[in-house]
């Protein structure tokens, strides 16, 4: 069993940076892939950026050089560094993480980006 929190969102003007926290906790959390998604209003959840157990990240299209996934398997955390954030990018992000036929995911954290 996982338990993700997440933490860091907020409202930021355009062009701004936030940092977004997963904390895990659980065993074994290195082994697990993790990801962070977004779910705009009215829009359907979509994948951000994710990392392997092994470190191999990818990020969707729209964020590619803004946004950056990190992991940290002795804090039990992963990050989403978001720089030069645009209005789009309003909406909650959850993490998950997942490994073979276990995913669980967090309650997500609210971003506005707005001027």
């Known amino acids: 069993q996982v338990h993700l929190v997440e933490s860091g969102g907020g409202l930021v003007q355009p062009g701004g940076s936030l940092r977004l926290s997963c904390a895990a906790s659980?065993?074994?959390?290195?082994?697990?892939?993790v990801g962070w998604y977004r779910q705009a209003p009215g829009k359907q959840r979509e994948l951000v950026a994710v990392?392997?157990?092994?470190?191999?990240?990818n990020h969707a299209d729209s964020v590619k050089d803004r946004f950056t996934i990190s992991r940290d398997n002795a804090k039990n955390t992963v990050y989403l560094q978001m720089n030069s954030l645009k209005p789009e990018d309003t909406a909650v992000y959850y993490c998950?993480?997942?490994?073979?036929?276990?995913?669980?995911w967090g309650q997500g954290t609210q971003v506005t980006v707005s001027s």
């Open positions: 659980g065993s074994a959390f290195s082994f697990y892939a």
């Open positions: 998950n993480a997942i490994k073979g036929l276990l995913s669980y």
């Open positions: 990392m392997t157990s092994g470190g191999s990240t």
